[in-house]
């Protein structure tokens, strides 16, 4: 057993006022890391596709169940883009959103960064103004029907070419899609960050914030690619970054934040268990972590599972757990205003659910 905080320096992150722990209390947090594709439960899948006259090939829910045994980031790549195949409409997107904004709240989400990967639908045929005006019509009532801010994150499949980005992200802006920021997912060994600096280029001259997956798989020098190159402002994943000390040293000065996915990084195997994962490594490191649940239907749970897990096997302490709230809502890009919001009712102002 592991205690983030014991023997180590007080790492050089934001002061946050810790508050006694209210059993059943829980945190509010801002989800930086979360595929909306990734939130398609099994029994969704199953509604949507018999919606839409789409025959699975699964026969069943345990047949399909049965394939969330995953060997590495590709091989849940292939069931992640293949289950997409149900989500035809708008109101399918806008039902899956729903869904996920709906399980967020009850996890603690006050704030949700939201990714979604707009090629992987063109290449099925599914226009970009179907999957952006779905999601984009549920997030737009969010904070009113959940209490969750938003902020939608169009992600690019570093696999394909980078024209197949750009065009896409020249149709987005044409259509002023109401998105945020700009992102970076798919297979990422052997697709460096390096391949898409004219997309961040653009997406900064368009006003996006700017984030990347790197770190997962991919090397420490994928880390420093994305911040050198393509000039992000928040690393996705990052873990491998503690192959490099010296990029760690980089990291906790310049307070870059990791949107880390501890359950995720067991299911695809980055870690071998969630006791081998670096999190605690990373905290004490002083670096600016924050908790998220990346695909949580695919990976066995939301932010308060991913909480629950790290706590049973950590250890972590009330204290622990608070610098990761702060940390999500200090490295998250919601407004100035928001985020005093979130801090204060973090630091006790507000009794949380
Ligand atoms: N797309 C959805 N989830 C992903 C992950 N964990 N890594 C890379 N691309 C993804
Ligand atoms: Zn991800």
Known sequence: MENFAAGTAAPETEPVAIEPEVPGRLLPVAELHL?????????LIFALAERNGIVLPYSGLDELREKYEFTDLQSFLDLYYANMAVLQTEEDFADMTYAYLERAAAAGVRHAEIM???????????PLKTCVNGVASVLATSEEDFGISTLLIAAFLRDLPEES???VLGELLAMNAPIGAIGLDSAEVGNPPSKFERLYDKA???????????????????????????????????????DDPDLVERLV????????????NVRLRAVDTLADHPLPAMLAAGLN????SDDPAYFGGYVDDNFAQLETVFE???????RLAANSIHSSFASEE???ELLEELNGGEVMH
């Open 116 to 126: 979604m990967d707009p090629q992987a639908h063109l290449s099925r045929g599914i």
């Open 316 to 322: 972590l302490s009330d204290f622990d757990k608070a």
């Open 338 to 340: 928001r985020k005093a």
């Open 289 to 292: 972590v924050s908790v998220n």
């Open 35 to 43: 595929h909306i594709e990734g939130t398609l439960q099994p029994e």
């Open 165 to 167: 980005a750009l065009e």
């Open 204 to 242: 900064r001259e368009a006003g996006l914030r700017l984030t990347a997956h790197a770190g997962e798989e991919g090397p420490a020098s994928y880390i420093i690619e994305a911040l050198d190159i393509l000039g992000v402002e928040r690393i996705d994943h990052g873990i491998r970054c503690m």
């Open 253 to 264: 000065d310049a307070r870059i934040p990791l949107t880390v996915c501890p359950l995720s």
